[in-house]
């Protein structure tokens, strides 16, 4: 089944990826995870605005079909394409 994206939702769907991303990154290293709640504050703002924009807000199951579709699409921005433990994988081999 394809899920078509409005630019709203493919925005709120990237907003949303580079929150996660921005999470991780920020959780795994230690010398930042004190500063999360500072460092992800534009991550997170940037996220609601775009849900609620979106009209995604409380609608985690088609957010979440969004995002899928996006990562899944060949024409992703980089980052986006892959989920993020294949990512790590194919970081991990390049070692």
């Known amino acids: ?4 994206i409005s630019a ?3 925005a709120a769907a990237q907003a949303y990826l580079r929150l996660l991303e921005s999470t991780q990154a920020v959780l795994t290293d230690p010398r930042l995870a ?3 709640g500072v ?6 703002a940037e996220a609601d605005e775009a849900l609620r924009a979106a009209g995604l807000v409380g609608n985690e199951d088609r957010l979440l079909r ?6 899944a699409s060949p024409g992703s921005p980089p980052g ?16």
Do not use: F, Q
Request: glycine share 6%; proline share 8%.
């Open 39 to 44: 460092m992800l504050t534009n991550p997170m």
């Open 8 to 10: 709203t939702e493919r």
């Open 66 to 71: 969004l995002v899928s579709a996006l990562r």
């Open 34 to 36: 004190p500063y999360a």
């Open 1 to 4: 089944m394809t899920t078509t």
């Open 80 to 95: 986006a394409a892959a989920p993020t433990a294949d990512r790590g994988r194919r970081a991990g081999a390049a070692e």
